[in-house]
């Protein structure tokens, strides 16, 4: 728990096909500096072994919208203005809640593209991979199999690594996964991010290697932001920045950033 009460409360929002326990060395971290820390489960998600019928179906239609609206609930049952970190589509995640409530600082890792921003990459379709053919997407639920992690989600991890992301890996929203696809197509749509509405300083931290999200895409929105962003390159490292071999690295630029 913390205590230091100057230091303002951490929510963590994790990316697709996932649930909180894929932030459980950030959340360590975070602790170990005195923070107290969150890591959000977003609605619908669950082990993938859980799963029924019914399960599935509620999480294929859940949208961006439902995400948010939970983040922004929990927010503002908060008494100060929390850090939220978010990896992937849940870096998406805290930009889209920071434009709708007050926020101390923005921690974006891997994130996914925002509205106007055309995330789509020959990389990208190879990692998504057979959920790009799942028709209608918006009411089927998306998963990762393990070439799928093996070649975009953590291409420069260890093997010991890739199987652990594949064990706690569970479905996720055609529905979202169809609007974050489209959105990068046009300038509207939900996964658009009002930029002038989100006042908190913003870090951007990105791997030279990532496949899904490539460092081009971070930089786009490092841009966005203008003064209010710090744009940093992790060589070598890929989408998984949440956890393994690059970890540490971003550890230390988080905590240089937040303590500066």
Same mark, same amino acid.
């Given at each position: 728990m913390n205590t230091e009460h100057s230091k303002p409360p951490v929510l963590l929002i994790h990316g697709m096909w996932a649930t909180s326990a894929v932030m459980q060395e950030v959340k360590a971290a975070f602790e170990e500096k005195g923070y107290a820390v969150e890591a959000l489960t977003l609605p619908f998600h669950q082990p993938k072994s859980t799963y029924d019928k019914a399960g599935k179906a509620r999480l294929a239609r859940a949208s961006l919208q439902d995400y948010v609206d939970f983040i922004v609930a929990r927010i503002r049952a908060l008494e100060v203005a929390p850090i939220l970190v978010g990896h992937s589509m849940g870096a998406l995640l805290a930009q889209l809640v920071a434009a709708r409530v007050a926020c101390h600082r923005l921690v974006l890792l891997s994130s996914a593209a925002p509205g106007g921003i055309n995330g789509w990459s020959w990389s990208?379709?190879?990692?998504?991979?057979?959920?790009?053919?799942?028709?209608?997407?918006?009411?089927?639920?998306?998963?990762?199999?393990?070439?799928?992690?093996?070649?975009?989600?953590?291409?420069?991890?260890?093997?010991? %690594?890739?199987?652990? /992301?594949?064990?706690?890996?569970?479905?996720?929203? @055609?529905?979202?996964?169809?609007? =974050?696809?489209?959105? +990068?197509?046009?300038?509207?749509?939900?996964?658009?991010?009002?930029?002038?509405?989100?006042?908190?300083?913003?870090?951007?931290?990105?791997?030279?290697?990532?496949?899904? %999200?490539?460092?081009? /895409?971070?930089?786009?929105?490092?841009?966005?932001? @203008?003064?209010?962003?710090?744009? =940093?390159?992790?060589? +070598?490292?890929?989408?998984?920045?949440?956890?393994?071999?690059?970890?540490?690295?971003?550890?230390?630029?988080?905590?240089?950033?937040?303590?500066?």
């Open positions: 990208m379709i190879r990692t998504l991979g057979r959920n790009l053919l799942l028709f209608p997407l918006w009411r089927r639920v998306t998963q990762l199999r393990a070439a799928n992690i093996r070649y975009g989600v953590a291409n420069s991890q260890s093997a010991a %690594t890739q199987q652990q /992301i594949l064990e706690l890996a569970t479905y996720e929203s @055609g529905m979202a996964t169809f609007q =974050i696809g489209v959105g +990068g197509l046009f300038r509207g749509g939900f996964s658009r991010v009002d930029t002038d509405a989100v006042r908190c300083p913003v870090l951007v931290i990105g791997g030279s290697d990532d496949r899904i %999200t490539p460092f081009k /895409i971070q930089q786009r929105i490092a841009a966005m932001y @203008g003064d209010r962003a710090q744009l =940093i390159k992790i060589p +070598g490292a890929c989408h998984w920045t949440v956890a393994g071999s690059y970890f540490p690295k971003i550890r230390t630029v988080m905590f240089r950033w937040l303590d500066a």
